[in-house]
């Protein structure tokens, strides 16, 4: 089974970027769709965005489209998401997780997350 290392988060003023990276151990992210959350504390988690391994299709949500962006690197297995211009309102814990199949937006279809990291956005 895959396993998720996620790093790149941190502190960042309105207006500037950020990019996560989301390295899988175990195994390659062949046939899995890999996906993005994120949650702030007392509330849900929420999708951010989705990539499909083989084939690269996306999908985002509403609140980022045209401002986030996520990949894929292939030889190092890695799925980035990289965030431009943030608002105050993208703070939160962002997760990678996998599935195996097609993305899905809805987080109890992924069966591996990752440990979280933290993004602050200063106004």
């Known amino acids: 089974q895959v396993q998720l290392v996620e790093s790149g988060g941190g502190l960042v003023q309105a207006g500037g970027s950020l990019r996560l990276s989301c390295a899988a151990s175990?195994?390659?992210?062949?046939?899995?769709?890999i996906g993005w959350f994120r949650q702030t504390p007392g509330k849900e988690r929420d999708f951010v965005a989705a990539?499909?391994?083989?084939?690269?299709?996306?999908n985002y949500a509403d609140s980022v489209q045209g401002r986030f962006t996520i990949s894929r690197d292939i030889v190092n297995n890695i799925v980035y998401l990289q965030m431009n211009s943030l608002n105050p309102e993208d703070t939160a814990v962002y997760y990678c997780?996998?599935?195996?199949?097609?993305?899905?937006?809805?987080?109890?279809?992924?069966?591996?997350w990752g440990q979280g990291t933290q993004v602050t956005v200063s106004s």
């Open positions: 997780a996998a599935r195996p199949g097609g993305l899905s937006i809805l987080s109890y279809q992924y069966t591996t």
């Open positions: 175990g195994r390659t992210f062949g046939g899995y769709g």
């Open positions: 990539i499909v391994w083989y084939g690269g299709n996306t």
